[in-house]
């Protein structure tokens, strides 16, 4: 246990002593949140990043530990195991490493080189490699063995060769130094594969392309192994571009390697075809295949990463409050679906109405809405931006201005995800007598009153918001979109009397079982009154309980506190501190005037510590805060709402779709989201659109360029940036124009954009033939 915590602790650069606690604790079942809220004093302030970064690397240290010891094992059996080689094991940090050095004794088919040793050519190779000056076909004949199969010199000199070839070939420190040339100097190399130029046209800028292989990102390395999948492209890797000759560089390195001089000495060509032999038939491919199989894992995390922070922005985007909120799901031949939903999220009302062509019925929708706007005192009116949405926005206009009174504000949300729901088991077994198409509607209503409780129902691939997700590691995909939506729910809080299963599901501590059991424990004895309730809950044992308590919320209990972010174990810490203040927690709770007069030092205890009552002081602050930020909507432009009506230098509200690592996209209510390239963000260099903008936020922006028969619209942040002249129907580009770094966006698209080499010019312009029909896909 101690090495893997002195490493882990070196890492993240914090004490042993907290990485050991925190080990402990996650071992016993502790979750990453508990862990960061409620045992800050055991692990001395570790955060959740550090948390999640001591979980992923204790798995892996672990599974090195185990790995170590099978391969020791193993190597002492075959007699091999010397002192110095276990020391080399035992230092081995990471799993290359430690198969590099297990390499000369990995049991494996017999090879050329072994049938050579079994014949008894291996005192031949030594002598040559040890005496340069011995001429090779004169000292096979000493070794010629027919019945071995080594009938002549040649054969002799062919299994002397192996030998010292496989003998070259696992050298641990050989292959480090040749990998890390490689990654310094190797390019990677992408070529369309023969007579592949039609299916291949969407990879048209990897033909023929050659990258630093240390400095490929990660979405255009998705991009080719993508195309190398489907049999379109075929990669690999050149140690010496724009270079030829016999001799490549890492051939120098295996001869530097080994000493060896070869400048005219009797076994020089014999070494040389050794050195050769090895690169060529041993090492290079083998290389290639590793270092491949690193950029597609290093690309897989970055893309994972994107999607990610992503999800996070959308799941912690403000929520409009607890308010009666009509849901739009708008169509146009198969009307608008309609679903109110009272201030709780219960459904209340269900209707369609068909507005839009080819029916028609504009006032006939008018009306309908109007009095059910009355009749429920409807506050927000929530409209999916899928087909018709701007019609349908100016629908809700229509009616705001019938109604004289109490007009609700209406609020165009995205609806990406909602079509899963609808059709989920989930949504199923909440609306079993709803159609499809209704429960849509629902769904769109609720995530403008909550974000977080709505799309903790919808499998977060399915909002939409991630960089070739379908390209990365589905299980590692998964399991870091479920510790992000762990960590969101756990930092606003969860409603125990109005939350969902789904939602209950990701509290701390809490399964899906026990999530239902809270639920149906609810519908039978009515609401939680405290949270000691919990513990009659069927199979919610004390573990978890500890677990959960503090991330629950019960509005109007028995006790204040339980509303607040104050766990139940911590109850009697607060007793104290009311008795130093001769007051009740009524009037302590959200008196800050009040709290500052507490003596935090004749609080603390063996089992309460500084970082504890420091946190339960800030918490009785503001109990129950809700760390999201204040709701506010972007106002799309009226006359704006398609592609067609937009103009070059037109300043826009919108609000960001989705963030990737070459820019982001905006939804400016035309049903096509524009780009903001990362150079068109800010006036400084930014070399992470994320440090700038994230998912969710209303920004303004101004539209750079228009293509309407492609579907493609740049757009600038830096609003003061004069904008080129351009045919917005055309497409007519300015004489002056920077090329996007053409780059892929999500899932939705597929068509896979790649490289364009970027110019400093006057504007951002142009993107691309590739990059149009990808962003093409996007509202898909």
């Not at 508990?34 to 302030?45: D, L, S």
């Not at 255009?220 to 195309?227: C, E, H, N, Y």
């Not at 060896?260 to 014999?270: E, I, K, P, S, Y």
């Amino acid at each position: 246990m101690t090495p893997i915590a002195e490493q882990i602790a070196k890492e993240i650069d914090v004490k042993t002593s907290q990485i050991n606690a925190a080990i402990n604790l996650l071992d016993e079942g502790a979750t990453v949140p508990f862990i960061a809220r409620y045992r800050k004093e055991v692990t001395q302030g570790l955060d959740d990043n550090h948390l999640r970064h001591l979980a992923q690397r204790l798995v892996y240290l672990r599974d090195l530990a185990d790995r170590r010891k099978v391969i020791i094992s193993n190597i002492e059996q075959q007699g091999k195991l010397t002192p110095a080689l276990a020391a080399e094991l035992n230092n081995a940090d990471n799993k290359t490493r430690l198969e590099d050095l297990y390499l000369p004794y990995k049991p494996k088919r017999k090879t050329k080189g072994q049938i050579a040793i079994s014949a008894g050519l291996e005192p031949l190779a030594n002598k040559i490699y040890n005496n340069w000056q011995l001429n090779p076909e004169q000292e096979a004949k000493a070794f010629i063995n027919t019945e071995q199969g080594f009938s002549d010199e040649s054969s002799v000199l062919e299994g002397a060769l192996y030998i010292l070839v496989e003998r070259f070939a696992e050298d641990a420190n050989l292959i480090q130094k040749l990998r890390r040339h490689l990654l310094k100097q190797a390019h990677l190399c992408s070529k369309l594969i023969k007579g592949k130029e039609k299916e291949a046209a969407k990879y048209r800028d990897y033909f023929e392309h050659s990258e630093l292989l240390k400095s490929v990102p990660s979405h255009r390395m998705l991009a080719m192994l993508r195309g190398r999948n489907e049999k379109l492209l075929s990669l690999s890797i050149d140690t010496d571009p724009g270079q030829e000759g016999a001799f490549s560089s890492a051939q120098q390195l295996i001869t530097e390697h080994f000493n060896l001089r070869l400048t005219g000495q009797a076994a020089a060509d014999f070494l040389t075809k050794v050195v050769q032999t090895t690169w060529k038939i041993k090492l290079s491919q083998s290389l290639e295949t590793e270092l491949l199989g690193q950029l597609r894992e290093q690309a897989e995390i970055e893309a994972i990463k994107v999607f990610s922070r992503n999800l996070s922005d959308l799941m912690m985007a403000a929520p409009a409050g607890a308010k009666t909120t009509l849901g739009l799901d708008p169509g146009l031949r198969t009307g608008c679906k309609l679903a109110i939903v009272d201030a709780t999220g219960k459904l209340l009302q269900t209707a369609t109405i068909f507005p839009h062509a080819p029916q028609n019925h504009w006032d006939k929708s008018v009306r309908t809405l109007v009095n059910l706007c009355q009749q429920h005192k409807v506050e927000l009116v929530a409209i999916g931006n899928g087909t018709a949405s701007r019609e349908s926005d100016k629908l809700i206009a229509d009616v705001i201005a019938k109604l004289e009174n109490n007009k609700p504000t209406k609020v165009i949300v995205s609806e990406a995800g909602a079509s899963v729901y609808s059709a989920s088991e989930f949504a199923a077994k909440e609306f079993p007598d709803l159609d499809v198409s209704i429960r849509g509607a629902v769904s769109i209503a609720r995530r403008l009153q909550d974000p977080l409780a709505e799309l903790v129902k919808i499998d977060p691939k399915a909002i939409g918001v991630g960089q070739y997700q379908h390209d990365v590691s589905q299980s590692q995909l998964s399991q870091t979109l479920d510790n992000v939506i762990e960590d969101c729910v756990n930092a606003v809080g969860v409603d125990l009397n109005s939350a969902s299963a789904a939602l209950l599901s990701r509290v701390s501590g809490l399964n899906k079982t026990m999530a239902n059991n809270v639920v149906s424990f609810r519908d039978e004895h009515g609401r939680f009154n405290n949270r000691n309730e919990l513990k009659k809950v069927a199979r919610l044992g004390p573990k978890a309980f500890e677990q959960a308590a503090g991330f629950l919320r019960i509005h109007n209990g028995n006790n204040p506190l339980d509303f607040s972010g104050v766990h139940p174990e911590t109850y009697s810490l607060v007793e104290q501190l009311l008795k130093q203040l001769n007051a009740d927690i009524s009037h302590v709770i959200g008196n800050k005037a009040e709290l500052e007069k507490i003596n935090i030092e004749a609080l603390i205890s063996d089992n309460f510590g500084e970082l504890t009552v420091k946190d339960i002081i800030s918490e009785l602050e503001k109990p129950g805060r809700d760390p999201r930020p204040e709701f506010k909507t972007a106002t799309f432009q009226e006359g704006v709402n398609t592609i067609n009506d937009l103009k070059v230098g037109m300043i826009l509200e919108g609000v960001i779709s989705n963030v990737a690592n070459f820019g982001a996209f905006v939804d400016i209510g035309v049903h096509q989201d524009g780009l903001v390239h990362i150079s068109s963000l800010t006036d400084k260099f930014v070399s992470d659109p994320h440090e700038v903008v994230k998912a969710g936020e209303v920004v303004k922006v101004k539209v750079v360029e228009v293509d309407a028969q492609r579907k493609r619209i740049s757009l600038t942040m830096r609003l003061d940036e004069a904008t080129p002249q351009v045919n917005s129907q055309t497409s007519e580009k300015p004489k002056k124009a920077q090329h996007f770094d053409k780059k892929p966006q999500s899932q939705h698209q597929s068509k896979i954009p790649s490289k364009s080499k970027p110019q400093k010019v006057a504007n951002n312009a142009a993107m691309g033939d590739a990059f149009a029909n990808a962003f093409a896909k996007l509202k898909k």
